[in-house]
């Protein structure tokens, strides 16, 4: 069974500090990996997705993949107040047109 | 980039009716499109796969005589939950894919469900 795991948190820090976010998957055929925000009562927006081992960096966010681990993560540089929400990790077995696979989620925090 | 909607966005209903649902693709055509449920403090449950012109795929467990789907159109999909039981109250999402080369999905706003 598909499986994708992530510490549910709550993940506190202040604000201007670095959030960093962890998640592991099963399926080693996985070849997709992405990072959605959820606020409470809204639907998941894309952060960043990611392919290749290594780093990604989107202005304030950094994703990184470690096929060898199977482990992503997704860094946030300089946290804000308004970074607080709920960041779902999902996964991709198989090419374009498959559903996603999402962990529980990490509650974020960040203090002003 | 590419936008869905979902209709309506809140529904209050009594137990026993049935509900629709309506995911729609608004600037892109979705051969394909997922619907989600979400229970409260809980991550996004893939409930089935809506196939344009085709009968749709359920996951195990999600009972395809209570929540049907029709995927009318290229840029339609619509999810009827009948005869709704309060232990199916809970947040409805759907999403597309966009077509290759690009691998991003596009989530609707959501569906809000109570069932009184």
């Known amino acids: 069974q598909k499986e994708v795991e992530q510490n549910s948190g709550p993940l506190s820090v202040p604000e201007g500090a670095i959030a960093s976010l962890n998640c592991t998957y099963s399926?080693?055929?996985?070849?997709?990996f992405f990072w959605y925000r959820q606020y409470s009562g809204k639907s998941p927006e894309l952060i960043m997705f990611?392919?290749?081992?290594g780093d990604k960096e989107d202005g304030r966010f950094t994703a990184q993949l470690n096929k060898a681990s199977q482990y992503v993560s997704l860094l946030i540089r300089d946290s804000q107040p308004s970074d607080s929400a709920t960041y779902l990790c999902?996964?991709?077995?198989?090419?374009?047109?498959?559903?996603?696979?999402f962990g529980k989620g990490t509650t974020l925090s960040v203090s002003s | 980039g590419a936008v869905v909607s979902q209709h309506p966005s809140r529904v209050i209903c009594k137990s026993g009716t049935s509900v629709k649902i309506e995911c729609r693709s608004l600037?892109?055509?979705?051969?394909?499109m997922f619907w989600y449920r979400q229970f409260p403090k809980q991550s996004l449950m893939l409930m089935a796969t809506?196939?344009?012109?085709?009968?749709?795929?359920?996951e195990q467990g999600v009972e395809k005589d209570k929540f049907l789907i029709n995927h009318a159109s290229l840029t339609l999909s619509t999810l009827t939950v009948t005869s709704a039981h309060p232990e199916d109250s809970s947040f409805y999402i759907c999403?597309?894919?966009?077509?290759?080369?690009?691998?991003?999905?596009?989530f609707g706003p959501g569906t809000r469900l109570t069932v009184l």
């Open positions: 809506s196939n344009e012109g085709s009968k749709a795929t359920y």
């Open positions: 999902a996964v991709k077995v198989g090419q374009a047109g498959t559903a996603l696979i």
């Open positions: 999403s597309a894919p966009t077509r290759p080369p690009s691998n991003e999905q596009f």
């Open positions: 990611i392919y290749s081992n």
């Open positions: 600037d892109f055509q979705a051969t394909t």
């Open positions: 399926d080693r055929g996985s070849q997709s």
